[in-house]
């Protein structure tokens, strides 16, 4: 199973972007990637997902503003975030999920992202 670290996070004023990074310790092939949050007292929700094949989906809070990428020669996923509101505040978490009949999960320890002027 891939170790992940999320990177990226940090204070940014209404209207800004944010670029994460979710660095895994091994290949990413094979894995579905997510990005995942979770705000204070609420439940964790995803934010946006990209298969193996590249395939993407996004939470329909941030579509248009979010862009979910990944370079499988660097073992690394991306969420570029931008025109970030005061709801997006909350710690963002790395997944991956193996493609198989297994779905073995693997989260980060998450990076807080804080939307405020």
């Known amino acids: 199973q891939v170790q992940l670290v999320e990177s990226g996070g940090g204070l940014v004023q209404p209207g800004g972007s944010l670029r994460l990074s979710c660095a895994a310790s091994?290949?990413?092939?094979?894995?579905?990637m997510s990005w995942y949050r979770q705000a204070p007292g609420k439940r964790r929700e995803l934010v946006a997902s990209?298969?193996?094949?590249?395939?993407?989906n996004y939470a329909d809070s941030v579509k248009g503003r979010v862009t979910i990428a990944r370079d499988n020669a660097k073992n690394t996923m991306y969420l570029q975030m931008n025109s970030l509101k005061p709801e997006d505040t909350a710690v963002y978490y790395c997944?991956?999920?193996?493609?198989?009949?297994?779905?073995?999960?693997?989260w980060g320890q998450g990076t807080q992202v804080t939307v405020s002027s």
């Open positions: 091994g290949t990413i092939f094979g894995y579905a």
């Open positions: 997944n991956a999920e193996t493609e198989d009949i297994y779905k073995y999960h693997t």
């Open positions: 990209i298969t193996s094949g590249g395939m993407t």
